[in-house]
């Protein structure tokens, strides 16, 4: 092929490969949609073109060594350069050539592009924001500058970018789940939704939809993750895969029976998977059947006995339902089988914690941390046994040093926080800012965990900063409407502002619910083992 | 004015007591403001002859009831003027037997630091129940005051005879509180018609047929206690003829149900009617507001003393009222659990109170502990008001997991510095204060009328400790015993405002308080080291009739009889 044709080719195709080209791969994890469309880009320049690549590249290469200052050859060498995945040598030329024609938008916008695809979000704005500023109409930079938008977080423009470009967006699965992204970030759930549904049906198949029910899930939208994965279960080529999540999303939900029906139905068709066994454990579990529940664990235990996840699976499960004779039990026997193991150690301190068998966790929680100084869930427990003891000093260090070494673990930092809360002396301002940093960083990590709204509330009443107060209560409670203390404290904020009838109402819940809580006690609980 | 010193109590010490009273004053005060070894209680339980043990009728069935009793009374039963103290014993469980016979005791106060047990001459020695604690008042105004003992599965009204005996008027007076386990009792008069009504704190219905079963660490032990249904409150009103009227649905006490093991009668929105602050275990603490028409609200949600700030109901066993920063209002102790932290709530005169628990310090000082009986006196005298609060932990094997917890806990005497921060005074308070005890009861009086409280505490299965107040003495003070004529003739309701110099000071006589005993009705003014050679004094009686006193001596009991006769 000539350099002229090759050229022209990729001016075709570089738009092209961003909104007209199929795809058929099948991704088993959702990838971002900037490693998506950059394999599409390649994929279509393989698909699409016999010409070898490298003789094309030769030629402008000998091109460029005739004419350095020609933009189009340096353009146009970038170009190949990056449908062939050579990111960081492509853009050079695409430098080169701008900096000779500055007003070639293809050129930038094909550097941005190319940024983009190396992870320089900000230089990939910077470029397709000019791209727009000389061509306002520009749609292929709007959908690029959306999705570069969303993957820095700035949802709201991301948002209103893509909005406009619909056409080009429910073009492509990875667009449509970026916009549906960016507005579940907004909390603009039916937008999300309205657009995870032009999934349904779409050319791309099943998979698509599948990662679109993964991507709602992961926002916890469960009804509309079902409603994605249900349509596809019987044309989706792992069965086992979407009927599992399926069933995941119905348990999220807290729809166990659906939940079971799905299992033992999936089940029923040959896909037992180990996975499927042990969620089916936890649906018994949350339905109160545990003999049945024993039975899930068990199956999934000797499917892959190697597996150390199932014994903790079944002792935890065993555990929050209070029936710590057999947890423990259970735990001794993970940690038997597995002795070098720091989680099923964590296990077995987790169960001695709720025994309130303070030694022997403290014994169990410093083994499985010495095991795996890393495993979160053993650093907490003993931090947590540290605390029940009232070894307060030894404690705070547990947390610190958890709080260092887990900077991104949200529930630890809560933990932490509650600790510093809890403790009896009086507060002076640094350690409320401290508790506040704690708080505020675990909810930036996670912000779907009420307690921490609600403590951050609690806090803000006790500043008489009864705006900020109002609105994590009231997150608190719309994120866990059983948690009791949120509406309690919404009373007293709503009385302390005069509101009566809100405070009233919120009282009233706040009765109905501990009424409940008094229903659930655990008739056979020894007084003075509760623990904080 | 119906002021006159008719009872110089100390006058009625033997003449050695009295000169110690007179002459040690000076030195005590140099010894304890240098810290010295004198300490500021003894226990004198020896001495004094106590020898009477309490029976729990613990048992491998372990019924909750085995670690709840220990009522106890300061009370003045035969009017010499001297306090005695009235014991309230548990009793057998079916695997839980005595090998004697399982009495109350009635110790007569002999005016030389002695006591004699004499429940069985007074009639008061046995109970058809198990017993739980006392309320000792006036219900009839006879001048003689009576005892109201609760338990399970009754309770029991005992008539002061007034020559030394008591009658059993239950079943007469409408009392009994059949099938019910109670623990406190609250004599107030809430309608304000001249005689004390009685409030009672129920429990649950126990039952020694069916026994619930909990285990820690394989071991039986005590359930926790929501495992226990509660039980609504029960208020009776009082006729004027010895009989009762059970008013708990007409008042709207009976739609509290929960687990209530304390209460305090006190006038707490100043209105001049008496209200209701009641402690319960692991159920709201209830803020019951007199409405003047016979009935009570709830504001415990407005006053923020229901919950905690993370929505706990507290185990709330034990509390007290009383003016702990001085300016007028009341503030309420509420003991709890070990690591829930004992309660203070300060009232500055409107909704919400203020949690103190923290910035008193109590938090950190209690957070070991179980507490019981809780009880503010000025220890001192020197015009702010202390806290002594019993521990003790129900739990026999909560060592085996805690070691800051212990299964017996001490006696603490907290000292107010004056802005409501406590500081524990266990170094320099006695030898009491460094064991440990499985304390429930405990109540306040002076035994010896020297101008200083002392205090009396029950354990479990063990002799009650008797303490006396070395040092209170030391500053200058003022006592009062009201008798009301219009009102209620213990006067329980009425607001004291002391005047001395330019120190302000309030008080109230409550109803109830601590937890499961009864104390000495008089009221008690510490007055520091200078006092002002003339006190004034200004009393709202609980009729809503206003007095006004001056030139009171200190150093001296008033007996104070209300102005217009009924």
């Known amino acids: 092929m000539s350099l002229r044709n090759i050229l022209r080719t990729i001016t075709i195709l570089l738009p092209a490969v961003f909104g007209l080209l199929n795809s058929s791969g099948m991704a088993s994890a959702l990838p971002s949609p900037r490693t998506a469309l950059h394999a599409n880009l390649h994929i279509t320049f393989r698909d699409s073109q016999d010409n070898d690549s490298a003789k094309q590249e030769a030629e402008l290469r000998e091109a ?209 998977t180990t996975d499927a066994y042990a969620l089916l454990g936890w649906t018994y579990q949350k339905q109160d059947r545990l003999p049945e529940m024993l039975k899930a664990f068990e199956k999934a235990i000797n499917l892959e006995p190697a597996n150390q996840t199932y014994y903790i699976d079944l002792g935890d499960a065993l555990a929050g339902k209070k029936n710590y004779g057999t947890a423990i039990e259970v735990a001794k026997e993970a940690v038997k089988r597995f002795p070098s193991s720091s989680r099923t150690y964590s296990l077995k301190g987790s169960v001695e914690l709720k025994m309130y068998l303070l030694t022997d966790a403290l014994n169990s929680y410093s083994k499985a941390v010495e095991l795996d100084p890393k495993n979160p869930r053993a650093a907490l427990g003993l931090a947590l046994t540290q605390w029940n ?144 | 004015m119906s002021v006159f010193s008719r009872w110089r109590y100390r006058l009625l010490l033997p003449k050695t007591a009295a000169l110690v009273c007179l002459v040690i004053p000076p030195c005590l005060l140099t010894l304890a403001a240098s810290g010295s070894s004198v300490e500021i209680f003894t226990d004198v339980t020896d001495a004094a002859g106590i020898t009477w043990k309490q029976f729990s009728g613990e048992s491998p069935d372990r019924f909750m009831i085995e670690a709840a009793s220990g009522g106890v009374a300061f009370v003045d039963y035969d009017g010499d003027g001297l306090l005695d103290i009235f014991l309230v014993n548990g009793g057998e469980t079916p695997k839980g037997k005595s090998p004697g016979p399982v009495g109350n005791a009635l110790y007569h106060n002999l005016g030389n630091g002695k006591f004699e047990d004499v429940a069985a001459g007074a009639g008061v020695d046995r109970l058809p129940f198990y017993g739980m604690g006392v309320a000792a008042a006036d219900y009839d105004n006879d001048g003689f005051p009576d005892l109201y003992v609760t338990g399970t599965p009754r309770a029991a009204l005992f008539h002061n005879n007034g020559d030394g005996t008591f009658t059993d008027v239950t079943e007469k007076a409408g009392v009994k509180n059949e099938g019910r386990w109670s623990a406190c009792a609250v004599w107030f008069d809430y309608d304000r018609d001249g005689y004390l009504d009685l409030l009672v704190c129920n429990y649950t219905q126990l039952s020694f047929e069916n026994p619930k079963v909990c285990e820690f660490n394989g071991i039986r032990t005590y359930c926790d206690q929501k495992v226990y249904g509660g039980m609504p409150l029960t208020l009776y009103h009082n006729n004027g003829n010895g009989t009762f009227t059970d008013v708990s649905h007409s008042s709207g006490v009976d739609k509290f149900i929960g687990r209530a093991l304390g209460a305090v009668a006190i006038d707490v929105d100043d209105d001049g009617w008496p209200d209701l602050f009641v402690a319960r275990d692991a159920s709201p603490n209830l803020l019951l507001i007199n409405k003047h028409d016979g009935t009570f609200m709830d504001r415990g949600d407005e006053a923020e003393i229901s919950f905690d700030e993370n929505g706990v109901a507290k185990a709330g066993m034990g509390v007290d009222a009383g003016d702990v920063l001085g300016k007028g209002h009341p503030g309420f102790v509420v003991t709890n659990f070990n690591d829930e932290f004992h309660s203070l709530f300060i009232s500055q005169g409107k909704y919400p109170f203020e949690d103190w628990t923290t910035r008193s310090h109590l938090a950190s000082l209690t957070k070991s502990y179980v507490g019981w009986g809780a009880h503010f006196l000025d220890y001192d005298n020197d015009g702010n008001l202390d806290l002594a609060i019993i521990n003790g932990h129900l739990n026999q094997v909560i060592e085996m997991s805690r070691g800051d917890v212990k299964y017996k806990q001490p006696l603490l005497l907290l000292r107010n510095n004056g802005q409501g921060v406590l500081e524990n005074m266990r170094a320099s308070a006695g030898e009491a204060f460094q064991k440990g005890y499985s304390g429930r009861g405990l109540a306040v009086g002076d035994y010896d009328n020297d101008g200083a409280t002392d205090l009396i505490f029950t354990c479990l299965n063990s002799r009650p400790v008797l303490l006396h107040n070395n040092v209170g003495a030391g500053n200058s003070w003022i006592g009062f015993q009201l008798v009301g004529t219009k009102s209620n003739r213990d006067a329980i309701g009425a607001k004291l405002i002391l005047q001395a110099g330019n120190r302000k000071l309030v008080r109230w006589i409550t109803g109830g308080s601590s937890y499961l005993s009864s104390h000495d009705k008089r009221v008690l003014f510490g007055l520091g080291k200078q006092a002002p050679e003339s006190i004034d004094l200004q009393i709202r009686w609980p009729s809503g009739e206003t007095q006004s006193l001056s030139g009171l001596k200190p150093r001296n009991y008033h007996f104070i009889r209300e102005p217009s006769q009924k």
């Open chain 1, 389 to 532: 003891m009232d070894r307060s000093d030894e404690a705070a260090k547990s947390f610190e040093e958890g709080a260092r070494r887990f900077p991104d673990n949200a529930f630890f930092l809560l933990k932490y926080a509650l600790f510093l809360l809890n403790a009896p002396g009086e507060r002076d301002a640094a350690q409320d800012a401290r508790i506040k940093s704690l708080l505020k960083k675990s909810e930036a990590l996670d912000d779907s965990d009420a307690e921490t709204h609600f403590q951050l509330g609690n806090l803000s009443m006790k500043e008489n900063k009864y705006g900020e107060a109002l609105t994590e209560l009231q997150t608190a409670a719309r994120l866990d409407p059983e948690l009791s203390k949120a509406h309690l404290v919404l009373a007293r904020l709503y009385r302390r502002a005069g509101r009566e009838e809100e405070a009233e109402k919120e009282t009233q819940f706040h009765r109905k619910l501990k009424a409940q809580e008094e229903q659930s006690t655990d008739v056979n609980a020894a007084i003075g083992t509760r623990h904080p």
């Open chain 1, 64 to 272: 460029i060594r005739h004419a350095p200052t020609n933009a189009v050859y340096l353009g146009q060498l970038g170009s190949i350069l990056a449908t062939q995945n050579k990111l960081g040598e492509a853009v050079p030329y695409f430098e080169r050539a701008l900096k000779l024609n500055p007003g070639d938008v293809e050129t930038r916008r094909n550097l941005a592009t190319s940024h983009w695809q190396l992870g320089k979000l900000a230089e990939a704005r910077k470029n397709l924001e000019i791209v727009l500023k000389t061509r306002p109409d520009d749609t292929l930079a709007m959908l690029l500058l959306g999705m570069v938008s969303e993957d820095l977080g700035d949802d709201e423009r991301a948002a209103n970018l893509l909005a406009r470009v619909i056409p080009l967006v429910r073009q492509r699965p990875e667009t449509i789940d970026s916009l549906a992204r960016a507005y579940y970030h907004l909390g603009q759930t039916d937008k999300a939704r309205n657009m995870l549904q032009m999934l349904v049906g779409h050319p791309f198949g099943p998979e698509a939809v599948f990662q679109g029910g993964r991507l709602a899930a992961e926002f916890k939208d469960y009804d509309t993750a079902e409603k994605m994965f249900l349509p596809i279960q019987s044309t989706y080529p792992d069965p086992a895969t979407v009927n599992y999540n399926l069933a995941l999303a119905q348990f999220s939900a807290k729809r166990y029976a659906e939940c079971e029906k799905t299992l033992l139905a999936s089940v029923g068709y040959g896909h037992g």
